[in-house]
């Protein structure tokens, strides 16, 4: 059982006065700060807590796409200039981004 399940059970414990911990108490067992239990006593109350993270599973939304990906590869393989006047030409992603992108296809030592 995760810290976060174990605070709910304690806090919902608490509601139904099967429990006479406090919520100082119960920030002590879990490891979470009195005022994110408030929170997750809140959440509890109206029904709206979730255990899972809400962007779990979904696509960034600044990814590079497939078809950036080559014109970056196409246009440093034509130049000659180094990686960081590259990346101040570009000017569209960041250094680490472009850095990144050329080292995975082998275009940089």
Do not use: D, W
Not at 49 to 74: A, L, T
Not at 84 to 102: A, D, G, P, T, V
């Amino acid at each position: 059982m995760g810290n976060k399940e174990l605070a709910v059970k304690l806090i919902q414990a608490k509601l139904n006065k099967k429990s006479f911990l406090e919520y100082k108490e119960i920030a002590e067992i879990t490891g979470y700060h009195p005022k994110y239990l408030l929170k997750l006593k809140k959440e509890v109350v109206n029904g709206t807590i979730s255990f899972v993270h809400g962007n779990k599973n979904r696509v960034p939304v600044n990814i590079m796409s497939e078809e950036e990906k080559k014109k970056i590869i196409e246009l440093y393989k034509k130049s000659n200039v180094s990686i960081r006047k590259f990346c101040k030409f570009y000017n569209n992603r960041s250094y680490s981004c472009i850095y990144n992108l050329l080292k995975e296809n082998g275009l940089l030592k």
